[in-house]
Every structure is written in structure tokens, then in C-alpha cells.
């Protein structure tokens, strides 16, 4: 790795980000031979400068939060080459960098880059849009869509967990219908989870013993929704494991492609981004992306 290229969002983490890059370009340029540094203006332009970058760097870096990873992501997951990949933190959750092991505190993170420590994990593919944590419909949907902006930058990565709070008991079901080479379902739901990260919202939630270098995406259907339903949520964080048995509103299981289909057609959400409704062919691109890690115990 020599050739490095810093696409930055300049108003995330409060513009903290921005106002650290003169400090992240001088130790980048202590270990790379070429540290460039690309701040973004609007939405799309990250995906413009993967485009333009990646058949000339070694290493794109990514700063910024969750949407500004999934812009990059997509924009790098459909070429033929792609660079290695890394993540500066700087947004509310930022939950594949939690993933990788990559400490929250953007200079910290930059010394884990310096290392350059790295791994091949999975991407999620979803029709023409790729994923690193989640894709979901349902309750997970209407969560993030209950959140102003206000209170999101107030509140950080709490506000997902009261808005949990205030959207679960009004949560309506709908019609699913799921096929995989391993399971197929067919009945209510009140939320489809699929998983390849382990952090979502900021907290190992409901697959914290994931793995993005297994090959398998986690798959997660809620029938209903009810107390005990948050408080299975919250033994999932306790014991490592969704605790399906005995427990007739949870299904769980683990498939490497799933073909879905809702009535009413659902939004989707992908990674805290939503762009278009079911139906929606889901599946795992093995080995497809080489990160910059950081202390996660990969094995």
C-alpha cells in the first residue's frame, strides 16, 4: 500500500472530522508514500470519487458515518478491481467500523489504519445495492424513520433504542413469503432482519455472534411484537445467541441466498438507507471486499 486516497464527509461527527483532516493527512503521510484528501460536497459525490480513484490508489479510507460508507460501499463492491478499504468513524453508530474492530475516536482509528492490518470479508447484496451490517423490512424500517434529525444528533445512538421503544407496540403486521436453500416461510411478520455485520445501531443487538467472513448471511423473522419480544432482544446481548427455543414468534436461521416477497410491498432498509420496496432477492458475496481491521478477533 502506497497510494492513498481520504474521501471525507466535512459534516460529520459535527464537522469534528473535517477539522481534524490536516492532522489525519500528516499521519497517513508519515507511513504512505500518497495521502490525497477528497472532501465531498452533496450526496453522490463519494460514489463519483471511488469511480474516479480506484484504478489509481491502493487504499481508499472513508470518513464519515453509516450513509457515507454505504454510498462508498456501492459504489466499490460492483468493480472488477477495488482497492483495499478502510474507515475513519465520525458518524452516530457506525456500526461496520464497530465490526471490524475499529476504535471510535477518528485519530485512534487512523493509527489502527497504519498498522495496516487487513482481512477479506462478506458483502451483502441486494438486486443492485450492497450492504455491510443489515437489510430489513418491518420494524427495523419504521425505527429509523421515527427519528428527526434533532433528536439523532442529540441524542447519538440512543435515540434508535427510544424510538424501538415507542415504534414496537404499534408495529402492524404484514404478509411474508421467504425461500432459501436452507428455510422457506410463509405467515405474519412484523419484521425481517437479515444480518452480515454484528452491530446495528451502535450494539451488538440481534446477531452479535456473526461473522463476516462465514460465508451466511444471519436471517431473523419477528412474527409479533410484545415485551416479551424486547426482552428476548435483550437476552440476545446477554448470551451471545438468539434464544429461539421455546419461543413460537421467533425464527431464526442462516442462508447464503433468500428470495422475499410482502404483502403490503415493505420499504427497505439497507445499512440506515432506504431507496425502494420488496420484492427483493438478497444474497452473500464471499471474500468479495479487503478491509483494514482493527482488534477484532478475526479467526
Same mark, same amino acid.
Given at each position: 500500500?502506497?497510494?492513498?486516497?481520504?474521501?471525507?464527509?466535512?459534516?460529520?461527527?459535527?464537522?469534528?472530522?473535517?477539522?481534524?483532516?490536516?492532522?489525519?493527512?500528516?499521519?497517513?503521510?508519515?507511513?504512505?508514500?500518497?495521502?490525497?484528501?477528497?472532501?465531498?460536497?452533496?450526496? #453522490?459525490?463519494?460514489?463519483?470519487?471511488?469511480?474516479? /480513484?480506484? $484504478?489509481?490508489?491502493?487504499?481508499? @479510507?472513508? =470518513? %464519515?458515518?453509516?450513509?457515507?460508507?454505504?454510498?462508498?460501499?456501492?459504489?466499490?463492491?460492483?468493480?472488477?478491481?477495488?482497492?483495499?478499504?478502510?474507515?475513519?468513524?465520525?458518524?452516530?453508530?457506525?456500526?461496520?467500523?464497530?465490526?471490524?474492530?475499529?476504535?471510535?475516536?477518528?485519530?485512534?482509528?487512523?493509527?489502527?489504519?497504519?498498522?495496516?492490518?487487513?482481512?477479506?470479508?462478506?458483502?451483502?447484496?441486494?438486486?443492485?445495492?450492497?450492504?455491510?451490517?443489515?437489510?430489513?423490512?418491518?420494524?427495523?424500517?419504521?425505527?429509523? #424513520?421515527?427519528?428527526?434529525?434533532?433528536?439523532?444528533? /442529540?441524542? $447519538?445512538?440512543?435515540?434508535?433504542? @427510544?424510538? =424501538? %421503544?415507542?415504534?414496537?407496540?404499534?408495529?402492524?403486521?404484514?404478509?411474508?413469503?421467504?425461500?432459501?436453500?436452507?428455510?422457506?416461510?410463509?405467515?405474519?411478520?412484523?419484521?425481517?432482519?437479515?444480518?452480515?455485520?454484528?452491530?446495528?445501531?451502535?450494539?451488538?443487538?440481534?446477531?452479535?455472534?456473526?461473522?463476516?467472513?462465514?460465508?451466511?448471511?444471519?436471517?431473523?423473522?419477528?412474527?409479533?411484537?410484545?415485551?416479551?419480544?424486547?426482552?428476548?432482544?435483550?437476552?440476545?446481548?446477554?448470551?451471545?445467541?438468539?434464544?429461539?427455543? #421455546?419461543?413460537?414468534?421467533?425464527?431464526?436461521?442462516?442462508?447464503?441466498?433468500?428470495?422475499?416477497?410482502?404483502?403490503?410491498?415493505?420499504?427497505?432498509?439497507?445499512?440506515?438507507?432506504?431507496?425502494?420496496?420488496?420484492?427483493?432477492?438478497?444474497?452473500?458475496?464471499?471474500?468479495?471486499?479487503?478491509?483494514?481491521?482493527?482488534?477484532?478477533?478475526?479467526?
Amino acid at each position: 500500500m502506497k497510494r492513498v486516497a481520504v474521501i471525507v464527509n466535512p459534516n460529520a461527527g459535527n464537522k469534528k472530522l473535517i477539522n481534524s483532516i490536516e492532522q489525519i493527512e500528516e499521519m497517513l503521510s508519515s507511513t504512505f508514500e500518497e495521502v490525497t484528501i477528497h472532501p465531498t460536497e452533496k450526496e #453522490g459525490d463519494g460514489a463519483k470519487l471511488v469511480e474516479e /480513484l480506484a $484504478g489509481h490508489v491502493d487504499l481508499i @479510507i472513508g =470518513a %464519515g458515518g453509516d450513509g457515507t460508507i454505504f454510498e462508498l460501499i456501492n459504489a466499490l463492491a460492483p468493480l472488477n478491481k477495488r482497492p483495499i478499504f478502510a474507515i475513519i468513524p465520525g458518524g452516530t453508530c457506525n456500526d461496520f467500523s464497530r465490526t471490524l474492530g475499529i476504535t471510535q475516536h477518528p485519530l485512534k482509528a487512523v493509527e489502527q489504519i497504519l498498522e495496516k492490518r487487513t482481512e477479506k470479508v462478506d458483502v451483502g447484496k441486494s438486486d443492485n445495492q450492497y450492504f455491510l451490517n443489515f437489510w430489513g423490512i418491518g420494524l427495523v424500517s419504521k425505527v429509523s #424513520g421515527n427519528i428527526d434529525s434533532g433528536t439523532k444528533q /442529540l441524542l $447519538g445512538k440512543l435515540s434508535y433504542y @427510544i424510538s =424501538a %421503544g415507542q415504534t414496537v407496540m404499534e408495529e402492524e403486521p404484514f404478509q411474508l413469503t421467504l425461500e432459501s436453500e436452507t428455510q422457506s416461510y410463509e405467515g405474519d411478520a412484523v419484521m425481517l432482519l437479515i444480518g452480515n455485520g454484528s452491530f446495528l445501531g451502535g450494539i451488538q443487538s440481534f446477531f452479535p455472534s456473526s461473522s463476516v467472513q462465514d460465508g451466511e448471511l444471519d436471517v431473523l423473522i419477528i412474527k409479533q411484537t410484545s415485551i416479551a419480544q424486547l426482552w428476548t432482544w435483550m437476552q440476545t446481548r446477554l448470551q451471545k445467541e438468539f434464544p429461539t427455543e #421455546g419461543n413460537d414468534d421467533l425464527v431464526y436461521f442462516r442462508a447464503k441466498e433468500l428470495r422475499i416477497q410482502a404483502a403490503p410491498n415493505q420499504e427497505i432498509d439497507t445499512d440506515g438507507e432506504k431507496t425502494y420496496h420488496t420484492p427483493s432477492t438478497v444474497s452473500i458475496l464471499p471474500n468479495h471486499l479487503e478491509v483494514i481491521v482493527g482488534d477484532y478477533p478475526f479467526s
